[in-house]
């Protein structure tokens, strides 16, 4: 039952985070054709400053939207580490895995590499609203789910 | 089929469901209203128009839902006999199998009536159908 509800968890988190790399893929695409590029990177900005809840709580209690993306990845990386090893993380869970060899190895380490990339995409968003970073995140989050559904099986 | 044909069945099925819920989920709970309350409210209406543009995901998503799930449940040795005459949905595995078919059943349904259109309480039944759904696959592929 535990391990049920981590596996549910880490799943509602990468459905979460692809939809919240989907939305600033979309952004950037749709305002590109929609505006010029000053303009494009004005409104990219005014909705990564925007906050959640937009009301009901203190501002300081809102959380930006790069900090909702951050959140969704920690809850990810959280529950993945569980589900690698009920007992809790140690750095051989990751390293046995890589070392592993094999397709198994492999993929995790493709899947680990993506997440890395993702880590930097989203951290890159926190400096510079690149549609680039925008749309490799996109890739990034849709490649890891792939991998996911391969390690799965 | 040979295994390669499997799992693309199971990457898309999977990548299907990540970009419909996802899409759902952020958009209905997190960018919504966020967007929407961006000053001056002529333009958070405007960037909020802008970000629904290139929706339409539900339809597509759920056709290859659909045809991929067939194919998984074919791989797995389930046939039209099985299903028709019950035996499919015996036991554990069927009890939550069943449920999981019933309300993806709901949610075409839901597409289908309501679709696009503004229905603020029928959504969150949606979204809950979609948070039960996600639960019983899980439970299907990992066991309680």
Redo the contacts between chains.
């Keep these: 039952m535990w391990q049920w509800a981590n596996a549910y968890l880490h799943m509602l988190g990468a459905i979460v985070f692809v939809g919240y790399s989907l939305f600033w893929g979309i952004m950037a695409f749709a305002l590109g054709r929609r505006v010029d590029g000053t303009r494009r990177l004005e409104y990219l900005t005014m909705i990564r400053a925007t906050r959640w809840p937009p009301g009901g709580i203190p501002e300081w209690g809102r959380i930006p939207l790069l900090g909702l993306g951050w959140l969704f990845l920690l809850l990810i990386f959280l529950t993945g580490v569980i589900l690698l090893n009920p007992g809790g993380f140690r750095m051989e869970i990751i390293t046995t895995a890589i070392a592993g060899g094999g397709s198994l190895g492999q993929l995790f380490t493709v899947k680990m590499i993506l997440v890395g990339l993702i880590c930097i995409g989203q951290l890159m968003l926190s400096f510079r609203l690149a549609s680039g970073t925008m749309y490799a995140m996109l890739a990034g989050a849709l490649c890891v789910t792939g991998v996911s559904a391969l390690l799965v099986h | 089929m040979n295994m390669f044909w499997?799992?693309v069945c199971?990457?898309l099925?999977?990548?299907a469901?990540?970009?419909w819920?996802?899409?759902?989920?952020?958009?209905s709970i997190?960018?919504g209203?966020?967007?929407?309350?961006?000053p001056p409210p002529e333009?958070g209406s405007w960037?909020r128009e802008?970000?629904l543009?290139?929706g339409g995901l539900g339809w597509p998503a759920l056709t290859i839902l659909v045809v991929t799930g067939i194919v998984i449940l074919g791989f797995h040795g389930t046939t039209v006999e099985s299903a028709l005459s019950g035996q499919l949905f015996a036991g554990q595995y069927g009890h939550m199998l069943a449920g999981k078919l019933a309300l993806v059943a709901a949610m075409i349904g839901y597409q289908a009536v309501v679709g696009h259109r503004s229905a603020p309480l029928a959504v969150y039944f949606n979204m809950l159908a979609a948070?039960i759904v996600?639960?019983l696959?899980?439970?299907l592929?990992?066991?309680?």
């Excluded at chain 2, 819920?21 to 958009?27: D, E, N, R």
């Excluded at chain 2, 592929?141 to 309680?144: M, P």
């Design positions: 499997y799992e199971m990457v099925h999977l990548l469901v990540v970009l819920l996802g899409h759902m989920f952020f958009w997190f960018c209203p966020m967007v929407k309350n961006i333009t960037l802008v970000s543009s290139m948070l996600i639960a696959s899980v439970a592929v990992r066991g309680f």
